[in-house]
Every structure is written in structure tokens, then in C-alpha cells.
């Protein structure tokens, strides 16, 4: 689903069209990554969701592939809409990567946008012999990495149902989006 922001009245006329994902359409794509693997042949040892957009794909996946392995690799890149830090750097706590190789590893995360996030964890977890492949949700077309998986391809900026509402009150602030 697509909305044009601007549409939803005169102080929003200058915000960009987005690709809006709801929770009932999140379930169906995580599904349907799910099936995308599984038609492939691919059975996951281990599922690593990227953090923090890919920590709820990567559950969702995990669960639907039925995959207990799971772990998380902290990846910070983008600081704001279409603004990014000069490298994507992998932040603490590090995931123990010591049972890993020889393994088969499915990375999720949300978008492959500019594919940079995607490409480091993608070259790490190949440093650690093991046979990995990458799901997202979305993939845009200026990416540098094609994901082995991915649900819909958008140039949009998306949305997403778990990061749509600002922090709670008395939390940490984040940059808007």
C-alpha cells in the first residue's frame, strides 16, 4: 500500500509519498519470505536478524521456517530519512560467532536500501565459513546487494508497523522519519 502523505491535508503537503506496511501485511510477508526459502531448498541453521529494523522480520521468518537458532547483529547506518553515517558500523553487544561456521545462516532485515547494512553482515558471516543467504522485505532498486529473498521491490521510503509511532514518553528520543 502507498500513500502520499500530503494528501492527508494542507501541513503535509510537502512530505514524501511512502510505502505504508501494516501488521496484517507484515504477517503475509514474512510468510511469504518463509516460502521463498523453503521453494529454494534452503534450510537455515541459524536466522540473524539485522537490528534494529530486521529484529522483527527475523523472528517472524524464524518462526515460519521453523528455525530455533537465532541471533542478532547490530548494525547502525541510517541517522535520519536518506541520511546515513559515512559506513555502516556494527555496534555492541557482539553476537558470538564462534558456532557458526559451516553453518547455514539466513540474514534478514527490513529493506535493502542502499544494500551497504546488507553487504557488511553478508561479508562478516563469509569471513566465518558459513553458507549464508539474505531475506527482506523490501528491496529498492538502487541497492548494491540483490538479496537471495525478498518480498516486494519499492523506490519509496517504507513505513513500518513497529517503528510508525514515536517512542513512548520519557524514552529515548529517534530521529524523525
Known amino acids: 500500500m502507498t500513500i502520499q502523505d500530503g494528501a492527508r491535508g494542507a501541513a503535509e503537503d510537502l512530505a ?15 510468510r511469504e519470505l518463509a516460502e521463498q526459502v523453503v521453494a529454494s531448498g534452503f534450510r537455515p541453521d541459524v ?9 522483527v522480520p527475523g523472528g517472524a521468518v524464524a518462526y515460519a521456517l521453523g528455525t530455533k537458532g537465532v541471533g542478532t547483529l547490530n548494525v547502525e547506518f541510517y541517522t535520519d530519512i536518506g541520511q546515513t ?4 558500523r556494527v555496534l555492541p553487544p557482539l553476537m558470538d560467532t564462534s558456532e557458526l561456521p559451516g553453518s547455514r545462516v539466513l540474514v534478514v ?13 553478508m561479508e562478516m558471516l563469509d ?3 558459513t553458507e549464508a543467504r539474505s531475506a527482506v522485505l523490501y528491496t529498492k532498486p538502487r541497492s ?7 518480498w516486494k521491490d519499492t523506490d519509496l521510503w517504507i513505513t513500518f508497523p513497529w517503528s510508525a509511532d514515536p517512542p513512548v514518553d520519557g524514552a529515548q ?5
Open 16 to 30: 514524501p509519498e511512502r510505502e505504508v506496511l501494516t501488521w496484517d501485511a507484515f504477517g503475509a510477508a514474512a
Open 47 to 55: 536466522v540473524v536478524a539485522i537490528a534494529r529494523g530486521g529484529l
Open 85 to 88: 553515517l559515512p559506513d555502516p
Open 109 to 121: 532485515d527490513d529493506v535493502a536500501d542502499s544494500g551497504r547494512t546488507l553487504a557488511l553482515v
Open 127 to 129: 569471513g566465518h565459513g
Open 144 to 150: 548494491i546487494v540483490r538479496p537471495d529473498y525478498s
Open 173 to 177: 528520543p529517534r530521529p524523525a522519519d
